[in-house]
Structures are given as structure tokens and as C-alpha cells.
């Protein structure tokens, strides 16, 4: 079993920043990515940002120069630190992580969901 444990969201005014975290645990061979992906209300779920194992990162070009994600390999932990926000930003993010257990192919893991909710 694998289980991923997001926490960090939450309200906040625009232009305010939060962070969020997330953790992973259980029968783990090696973790290839962690990201977060997020959905709006009304919306289909869309790519925030992503982080390999060896550091390289990808952000959605609506984050760029205002979230930074990071990650613990000795953790497995993906944290997304979120400056700036706009109410447009509004959304469930879902921790996402593309691992492998002992022996198997590599499959795809979300995290519950964490709303994040910016005011105007």
C-alpha cells in the first residue's frame, strides 16, 4: 500500500502565500516524480508543477515566478510553496507521484485533494 498525505491549504487573501505539503509512505521502491496538479470548480484537473528525481522541474505557465516546488528524496516529500496568489488560483490540489514498488511498473498515486481557497 501506498498512501500520500497532502496538508497546507487553506483561505488566504490575494497576494498571500501558503504552502503545501505532501508525503509519501508505505511499500516504496523508488519515486520517479511528484507534482501537484490542481481543479476548479467546473474545470478539468490541470498540471501546477512537477519535480523528477533528479531535481528537474516543470511549472503550468499560469505559476511560473510565483510557486516553487522542492522535493526530499530521503523524505519523499514534495512541498509547493505558492507566493502571490490570485483568486483564479482557487482550486483542490491534488499531490500526484509516479512511483514504482518492489518488482513492479511504475504507476501513478493522488494525494485526497487540499482546497485552496484566495479571496479578493
Known amino acids: 500500500q501506498v498512501q500520500l498525505v497532502e496538508s497546507g491549504g487553506g483561505l488566504v487573501q490575494s497576494g498571500g502565500s501558503l504552502r503545501l505539503s505532501c508525503a509519501a509512505s508505505?511499500?516504496?521502491?523508488?519515486?520517479?516524480?511528484m507534482g501537484w496538479y490542481r481543479q476548479a470548480p467546473g474545470k478539468q484537473r490541470e498540471l501546477v508543477a512537477t519535480v523528477t528525481s533528479r531535481g528537474n522541474t516543470a511549472y503550468a505557465d499560469s505559476v511560473k515566478d510565483r510557486f516553487t516546488i522542492s522535493r526530499d528524496n530521503a523524505k519523499n516529500t514534495v512541498c509547493l510553496q505558492m507566493n502571490s496568489l490570485k483568486p483564479v488560483d482557487t482550486a483542490v490540489y491534488y499531490c500526484y507521484v509516479v512511483l514504482s514498488r518492489s518488482g513492479e511498473t511504475p504507476l501513478n498515486y493522488w494525494g485526497q485533494g487540499t482546497q485552496v481557497t484566495v479571496s479578493s
Open positions: 508505505g511499500s516504496i521502491f523508488s519515486i520517479y516524480v
